[in-house]
């Protein structure tokens, strides 16, 4: 940035218009390191808009002297330090030798921070150092917060020390846990399995959760035992490690408790139990699942993932006759209905081709069109003849469908009904879907017919034939 | 479905293709997604691979084949009267809270900036119309990324789904039923201003200015943080001082920006610009 | 009981939801000084414990601002922080916070705080 503009925005940045100051401290993210001082003090201003820009830009000056004019800040009020946390953070990499000589400082709140970045950032050059603050810092908050760091850097030289943390007070022992957690150790299991019996429940609850994450199986047998006496929390708690390692049977209890863990809030939980459930191919779990997929709206993007979750469940349960009943249930919502629909015409189940028929006349029409989107995947007489009957449906959506397969499977019945049909649609996208059917029916006799057509019909049959290119529309 | 599958350096240059055209980030884990949105496309274009394809969308000059991508990527079916507690909120709390503070002479102006095929912002014109404002003092402004989206939303015609939460009263008042589809009517068509915007694009974002409030719902979860952060920080300078921004009931600013207040009221969350 | 937790660190959210949790409470949580507002809004609590240092609004901003606003005047407010500094403490006292303890903290002294805070409000309220 020439010297003539950076000197113009730095006035402006102390103009008496906010949105003029605003402007100034975001154009300054191309500055270099004579913006710093300015946008620094900019993160003090009284207008929101404008300590949000000076953020911005000085994440964006990602420079080393950066990261070292913002370290004072650390010190400073809290706003100001969990700003300067915050730029830190997305600085990233380059800020991170400018740590270490932080992590000896005599205030324990800014080596506790250090840290804190450092396991945001993941990474680090020094890791030894964080080891030894693990085993001899006077301060908990600092020890808990170098055990957490230490697990993000896998620094795997620290597993000795993290054991040991183990033994030290709980909120160190709970990080300690939870790093142990992220190196898929063996070695620290016995330590950890050691603590299922600590007279602290939260250590407990700590480990149990732990043996999930490190998925050994040789934590199975400790944490079935545990289960006998644990109370329900703790039960739950076990019986989620349980489906995470891979060893929950196919008790009562446990597929009850799984069943009721689909109620949770948290989709974690929820998640968890769909896996225990599809695992242990629990069919009575068929429903509830399908209703909690129901649940969700579909047309909110974030809910894809957890509907595609659920398939992938289910798919994995298989043909049965619960989810076949499900079509035909009155207590399952459409949305589900829809979802059940899918799912049997991916897993091809036969023995739901006649409720799957049925459907296709549902009041709803997401369930109508799931319908004929399930049947064309099976390839069967009853099915051809039922979708030969459909091309003529009220709903067009479903007459689209019906008449893309007929073309699909060259059916030679349909060509004179939809010879029928192209004369009296109404909607372009059908007529080419009719116009392309019949093509991949008979295309001589189809184009020999030609002139039966009005003008633009004709038209559209020789967009459909001539090579012209992909995407042609009528 | 297709018979080839979606590899996974193909997919990253598909995403990184998309992120670069309009500045949607697709995470790994929703590779699926993109496998499932592009099939159609595929087919309709005869290509025999996503690599095939990769290739088609580069080289091609048409705005449609962008405009194509970036609907399956990102199009969900929406509908009418959406979240309709933050349309109810918008109106009766809300303009009213502008109106006051509006001088007498000058327009609200209320911005749909992700209005896909209109739905969101002839519900508001319909609205306005309801509670018998004067909709000459709204200018209703109605931007998407996408031009075949826009060109849909002016025609105004819909399907029953997207009609399916319109109140009775409403149908009958603004909606021509037209055997599968309604047709909206045209004095509602005719009040909104319809613009092809880039949110993420600073430069294309100026085309609009000096609005009260922002309607972004079930947008921004389609981007990065960074991504998201640019995209607030746009609609930020777009709004006047004490102007409002909705987003998504599901969505969130909490680790986006401060430079917007939530604001609850009945258990809706709107922004303002303070 | 509903608590709100308020902490940007995931495995403080995690202890502290456990000792809650075991105690009977509900929990719900959230990242950040802006993140409760919006929870708070939809979700009725009775109580909020935050921390202090957090990204986009810190735990004396959320105070400050949930004092200034009559819906969240009178909700009981724990601090629970790592900053064992004397100012730091007056600060937050005299924004409005109801209880200040400095971590690590035990589930026990969690507990007996949650307990003293709710015996003084209604006290306040009786008299």
């Given at each position: 940035m020439n010297t003539k503009r950076l000197n113009k925005l730095l006035s402006d940045l102390t103009h008496k218009d906010s949105s003029r100051r605003r402007s100034a401290a975001e154009a300054l993210s191309e500055g270099d390191?004579?913006?710093?001082y300015p946008l620094i003090?900019?993160?003090?201003?009284?207008?929101?808009?404008?300590?949000?820009?000076?953020?911005?830009?000085?994440?964006?000056?990602?420079?080393?002297?950066?990261?070292?004019?913002?370290?004072?800040?650390?010190?400073?009020?809290?706003?100001?330090?969990?700003?300067?946390?915050?730029?830190?953070?997305?600085?990233?990499?380059?800020?991170?030798?400018?740590?270490?000589?932080?992590?000896?400082?005599?205030?324990?709140?800014?080596?506790?921070?250090?840290?804190?970045?450092?396991?945001?950032?993941?990474?680090?050059?020094?890791?030894?150092?964080?080891?030894?603050?693990?085993?001899?810092?006077?301060?908990?908050?600092?020890?808990?917060?170098?055990?957490?760091?230490?697990?993000?850097?896998?620094?795997?030289?620290?597993?000795?020390?993290?054991?040991?943390?183990?033994?030290?007070?709980?909120?160190?022992?709970?990080?300690?846990?939870?790093?142990?957690?992220?190196?898929?150790?063996?070695?620290?299991?016995?330590?950890?399995?050691?603590?299922?019996?600590?007279?602290?429940?939260?250590?407990r609850?700590?480990?149990?959760?732990?043996?999930?994450?490190?998925?050994?199986?040789?934590?199975?047998?400790?944490?079935?035992?545990?289960?006998?006496?644990?109370?329900?929390?703790?039960?739950k708690l076990i019986i989620k490690s349980l489906v995470q390692i891979g060893t929950i049977s196919s008790t009562p209890h446990i597929r009850e408790t799984l069943i009721e863990m689909l109620k949770e809030d948290e989709w974690e939980d929820k998640y968890t139990a769909i896996k225990g459930l599809s695992n242990l191919k629990v069919n009575e779990a068929i429903s509830p699942i399908i209703d909690l997929a129901g649940s969700l709206e579909s047309s909110v993007p974030e809910n894809e993932d957890k509907i595609e979750f659920i398939k992938k469940a289910i798919y994995s349960i298989g043909c049965h006759?619960?989810?076949?009943?499900?079509?035909?249930?009155?207590?399952?919502?459409?949305?589900?209905?829809?979802?059940?629909l899918e799912i049997l015409g991916e897993l091809q189940c036969k023995e739901a081709v006649s409720v799957i028929i049925n459907s296709m006349n549902s009041d709803y029409r997401d369930v109508r069109r799931a319908s004929i989107e399930s049947l064309i995947k099976f390839?069967?007489?009853?099915?051809?003849?039922?979708?030969?009957?459909?091309?003529?449906?009220?709903?067009?959506?479903?007459?689209?469908?019906?008449?893309?397969?007929?073309?699909?499977?060259?059916?030679?019945?349909?060509?004179?009904?939809?010879?029928?049909?192209?004369?009296?649609?109404?909607?372009?996208?059908?007529q080419e879907d009719i116009i392309a059917s019949l093509l991949k029916i008979n295309a001589t006799l189809f184009l020999s017919r030609i002139d039966e057509f009005n003008d633009d019909t004709r038209k559209c049959i020789e967009h459909h034939t001539a090579d012209s290119g992909p995407g042609v529309k009528c | 479905m297709?018979?080839?599958?979606?590899?996974?350096?193909?997919?990253?240059?598909?995403?990184?293709?998309i992120f670069d055209?309009?500045?949607?980030?697709?995470?790994?884990?929703?590779?699926?997604?993109?496998?499932?949105?592009?099939?159609?496309?595929?087919?309709?274009?005869?290509?025999?691979?996503?690599?095939?394809?990769?290739?088609?969308?580069?080289?091609?000059?048409?705005?449609?084949?962008?405009?194509?991508?970036?609907?399956?990527?990102?199009?969900?079916?929406?509908?009418?009267?959406?979240?309709?507690?933050?349309?109810?909120?918008?109106?009766?709390?809300?303009?009213?809270?502008?109106?006051?503070?509006?001088?007498?002479?000058?327009?609200?102006?209320?911005?749909?900036?992700?209005?896909?095929?209109?739905?969101?912002?002839?519900?508001?014109?319909?609205?306005?119309?309801?509670?018998?404002?004067?909709?000459?003092?709204?200018?209703?402004?109605?931007?998407?990324?996408?031009?075949?989206?826009?060109?849909?939303?002016?025609?105004?015609?819909?399907?029953?789904?997207?009609?399916?939460?319109?109140?009775?009263?409403?149908?009958?008042?603004?909606?021509?039923?037209?055997?599968?589809?309604?047709?909206?009517?045209?004095?509602?068509?005719?009040?909104?201003?319809?613009?092809?915007?880039?949110?993420?694009?600073?430069?294309?974002?100026?085309?609009?200015?000096?609005v009260d409030v922002i309607f972004c719902r079930n947008m921004l979860i389609y981007f990065n943080i960074k991504s998201k952060q640019k995209v607030i920080s746009h609609l930020y300078d777009c709004l006047n001082p004490g102007g409002y921004l909705f987003v998504g009931a599901s969505e969130s600013l909490h680790n986006v920006t401060r430079a917007f207040r939530p604001s609850v009221i009945n258990k809706v969350i709107i922004y303002k610009k303070v | 009981m509903k608590i709100m937790v308020v902490d940007d660190c995931k495995t403080t959210r995690k202890l502290l939801g456990h000792y809650l949790k075991s105690r009977g409470y509900q929990v719900v949580f959230a990242e950040n000084g802006l993140d409760a507002l919006e929870k708070l809004g939809t979700d009725s609590v009775n109580m909020i414990m935050t921390d202090m240092n957090m990204p986009y609004m810190d735990g004396m901003e959320l105070i400050k601002t949930l004092r200034s606003d009559s819906t969240w005047s009178e909700i009981p407010i724990l601090m629970v922080t790592t900053e064992?500094?004397?100012?730091?403490?007056e600060t937050a006292l005299e924004l409005g916070a109801n209880g200040y303890i400095v971590k690590p903290v035990s589930g026990e002294v969690i507990a007996h705080n949650i307990k003293l805070i709710l015996k003084q409000m209604f006290s306040k309220e009786a008299s």
């Open positions: 390191e004579r913006a710093l003090k900019s993160l003090k201003d009284e207008n929101l808009g404008v300590q949000d820009a000076a953020i911005q830009s000085l994440m964006n000056i990602k420079q080393e002297a950066t990261a070292y004019m913002l370290l004072p800040l650390l010190r400073e009020s809290s706003f100001l330090r969990n700003t300067a946390m915050l730029i830190l953070k997305e600085m990233g990499k380059i800020a991170v030798p400018l740590f270490r000589t932080l992590l000896t400082d005599k205030d324990d709140d800014v080596r506790k921070f250090v840290l804190d970045l450092i396991y945001d950032i993941q990474y680090c050059e020094y890791p030894d150092e964080l080891v030894y603050i693990l085993s001899n810092d006077s301060n908990s908050n600092v020890r808990a917060s170098s055990a957490k760091a230490l697990g993000i850097l896998q620094f795997r030289k620290a597993i000795p020390q993290l054991i040991h943390s183990l033994n030290d007070e709980e909120w160190v022992c709970f990080s300690a846990l939870e790093a142990l957690a992220m190196f898929n150790d063996d070695k620290s299991l016995e330590h950890i399995i050691a603590l299922l019996d600590s007279p602290s429940e939260t250590i609850f700590a480990v149990i959760e732990t043996l999930g994450k490190i998925r050994s199986q040789k934590a199975s047998t400790p944490l079935i035992e545990r289960e006998l006496k644990a109370d329900d929390f703790e039960r006759k619960n989810l076949t009943n499900i079509i035909t249930s009155p207590s399952m919502k459409y949305r589900g209905k829809t979802i059940a390839e069967s007489d009853e099915v051809s003849k039922c979708l030969m009957e459909t091309i003529n449906h009220t709903d067009s959506h479903v007459r689209k469908i019906a008449i893309m397969a007929m073309g699909k499977i060259g059916a030679v019945a349909a060509f004179e009904p939809l010879i029928t049909m192209l004369h009296k649609e109404g909607y372009s996208d059908i | 297709l018979n080839f599958p979606l590899m996974d350096d193909t997919f990253r240059n598909i995403r990184d293709y055209l309009c500045g949607i980030y697709i995470s790994d884990n929703k590779k699926y997604l993109v496998e499932n949105r592009l099939a159609k496309i595929l087919t309709e274009n005869k290509l025999n691979s996503f690599e095939e394809y990769l290739k088609f969308i580069k080289i091609c000059k048409n705005g449609n084949d962008h405009s194509r991508l970036i609907d399956a990527i990102t199009t969900n079916e929406t509908y009418f009267f959406r979240e309709p507690d933050q349309l109810n909120i918008f109106i009766s709390e809300i303009l009213p809270k502008i109106s006051n503070q509006k001088p007498e002479h000058q327009n609200i102006r209320i911005w749909s900036s992700a209005c896909s095929s209109g739905e969101e912002p002839y519900t508001i014109s319909m609205m306005l119309k309801e509670k018998l404002l004067d909709l000459s003092k709204y200018e209703i402004y109605a931007s998407d990324i996408s031009e075949g989206v826009l060109s849909s939303a002016a025609k105004g015609v819909y399907s029953s789904y997207s009609v399916r939460n319109v109140p009775e009263a409403y149908l009958k008042k603004y909606f021509t039923n037209n055997g599968d589809c309604s047709i909206l009517d045209s004095s509602i068509k005719k009040s909104i201003i319809f613009k092809r915007i880039n949110l993420i694009d600073s430069k294309n974002i100026n085309l609009i200015r000096g | 064992n500094d004397g100012i730091e403490k």
